[in-house]
């Protein structure tokens, strides 16, 4: 059974950072697609970032671009999100999620339970 456990979740000034951390226990992590979504109170869930299985392909949405890393480390079947330059509007709960399903681009099968991150102006 694939489990997912995120943490470094908090809250942080703006103009702060924090380092997400997300463990997987179970399935073939090193050989998986894996990502960050968020999301904002009363808003939908957004990609953040994507990282393929050798950190080869890396995707940041525009609004995160040149502040937040998404990082892997296989050994440790351990996926990170650094964020940097933290605004107001980065404040909701972050997953990571996992297995990219087959036949899509964007959708995982697996997701942890989320980390909240609040950001105060």
């Known amino acids: 059974q694939v489990q997912l456990v995120e943490s470094g979740g908090g809250l942080v000034q703006a103009g702060g950072s924090l380092r997400l951390s997300c463990a997987q226990s179970g399935g073939a992590f090193s050989l998986w697609g894996a990502a960050w979504f968020r999301q904002a109170p009363g808003k939908e869930r957004l990609l953040v970032a994507s990282?393929?299985?050798?950190?080869?392909?890396?995707y940041y949405s525009d609004a995160v671009r040149g502040r937040f890393t998404i990082s892997r480390d296989n050994a440790k079947n351990a996926m990170y999100l650094q964020m940097n330059s933290l605004k107001p509007e980065d404040t909701a709960v972050y997953y990571c999620?996992?297995?990219?399903?087959?036949?899509?681009?964007?959708?995982?099968?697996?997701w942890g339970q989320g980390t909240l991150v609040t950001v105060s102006s």
């Open positions: 990282i393929n299985w050798v950190s080869t392909i890396i």
């Open positions: 999620a996992t297995e990219i399903r087959r036949g899509t681009t964007d959708e995982y099968n697996y």
